[in-house]
């Protein structure tokens, strides 16, 4: 995080005691980044943070990876992964694995039952709510989130998903961004001293952080960890850990680590006299990865613009495409819709669908909503990849428009 926040009870320099009102020590935990030589917060705990009172092995939702051979566009239908919307599904241990490389992992979830309590030893997340609400409750606090939010929860902070169920019933919808590494504003938006600059797309404002953290009543209480591990199959492995007290026991912390809300909604897009390129839609970005998101917004003011992408070649990415909200003017013809994953491989040369390119002109404003994530390393198929797959996405601009 960029900013500095501090909740609860905390002693007035750090490294030094808190005493609780019967003289007991709390107990105080370093969470740093980058051995301790990067952004960090302290905790404070009523029970020993690392005390463990019995492990297992958690065995992983499919996480197996096959290229993407022969080099091809794709066209998954993330709904069509969840029959009977999600029912007791939850948003930890439900997820399907779409796409991923050695620096991401995108997968899917549609959840209407609380997680267990969760820890990615791995890397950083960011949780996008396509549908529905849940609240994010963390051992810094918790989090309200809802449709167009992203929550980014950062490496090792245990939580748990909890879906708040609608009038519908409908299930929370997550598309979700499993990084390697931390996931974090783009850096040109920052000062060097971490304050959002000028020209950055949203700020400090628009941020909502934890609510205060609190000491919860529990014993034996399971904490389901996804983590790096030599020899293992793609180098992940889950254990179970048993905590002989509630691992939410903070009374206080402060620091720049910690998980906060981001709604699209406030992101301030980038409009100009011709059609602008991806990265001015960027909104976080982490090792070997940048996400991106495309707004409503009012597009291209010369008279002789063509408002839909140009066709074009990422040479060196991957570009995915999370489709949610809106009508996306240039896949119409492709079968594309809301909760479409499109995958355009390095290698290929993508664009607009047949007629899209003319259509487009004189169009002023685009009602879209999608998320991008753009990957620097070539990405395989997960699981929910190959169940998703419409089989024919590769051929839609040579068969005309339907």
């Given amino acids: 995080m960029p900013y500095y926040r501090a909740a609860g009870t905390i002693p007035r320099t750090r490294h030094t005691q808190l005493r609780a009102p019967d003289g007991s020590l709390y107990y105080e935990e370093l969470m740093g980044e980058e051995g301790f030589s990067s ?28 290229p993407n051979h022969p080099l091809i566009p794709r066209h998954l239908r993330l709904h069509k992964l969840f029959a009977g919307d999600g029912a007791g599904t939850d948003a930890v241990t439900g997820r399907r694995l779409v796409l991923g490389n ?16 969760y820890r990615d030893a791995i890397g950083d997340e960011c949780l996008y709510f396509e549908a529905g609400s ?16 992203y929550v980014i929860v950062p490496r090792a902070t245990t939580h748990r998903i909890v879906p708040q169920a609608g009038d519908g019933g409908e299930a929370t919808r997550i598309y979700v961004i499993e990084g390697n590494s931390h996931i974090g504003p783009p ?4 000062s060097r001293n971490g304050q959002f600059l000028e020209q950055a797309l949203y700020c400090e404002r628009v941020l909502r952080g934890p609510s205060g953290p609190r000491v919860a009543d529990g014993a034996d209480v399971e904490v389901y960890i996804k983590h790096r591990a030599a020899g293992l199959p793609g180098g992940i492995g889950g254990t179970v850990h048993v905590c002989p007290a509630h691992p939410f026991d903070v009374v206080g912390w402060d620091g720049c680590v910690y998980p906060y809300a981001f709604n699209v909604a406030d992101f301030m897009p980038i409009t100009g006299k011709v059609h602008q390129p991806p990265p001015v839609h960027q909104v ?8 991106c998101n495309f707004v409503p917004r009012k597009v291209d003011y ?20 999370f489709y949610c909200g809106g009508d996306y003017g240039a896949r119409k013809g492709s079968g594309i819709g809301n909760g479409s994953v499109s995958l355009h491989p390095g290698g290929h040369v993508h664009g607009p669908q047949p007629g899209a390119y003319e259509r487009s002109i004189g169009t002023e404003f685009f009602d879209e909503l999608a998320v991008m994530v753009d990957t620097f390393r070539p990405l395989a198929l997960g699981e929910g ?16 428009e339907k």
């Fill in 39 to 66: 952004d960090s917060s302290l905790l404070y705990h009523v029970s020993l943070p690392s005390a463990v009172s019995g492990y297992r092995t958690w065995e992983l939702p499919d996480q197996a990876l096959e």
């Fill in 102 to 117: 050695d620096d991401v992992r995108l997968s899917y979830v549609a959840a209407d039952t609380a997680s267990p309590y």
């Fill in 134 to 149: 849940a609240r994010v409750e963390t051992v810094f606090g918790d989090l309200d989130a809802g449709p167009g939010d």
């Fill in 187 to 190: 850096r040109r938006y920052l």
């Fill in 284 to 291: 976080f970005e982490g090792t070997g990865f940048v996400i």
């Fill in 302 to 321: 010369h008279p002789e613009s063509i408002p839909v992408p140009y066709y074009h070649s990422n040479v060196d990415s991957d570009e995915v495409m």
């Fill in 385 to 400: 990849a190959r169940a998703a797959d419409d089989g024919a996405y590769a051929y839609s601009w040579s068969r005309g």
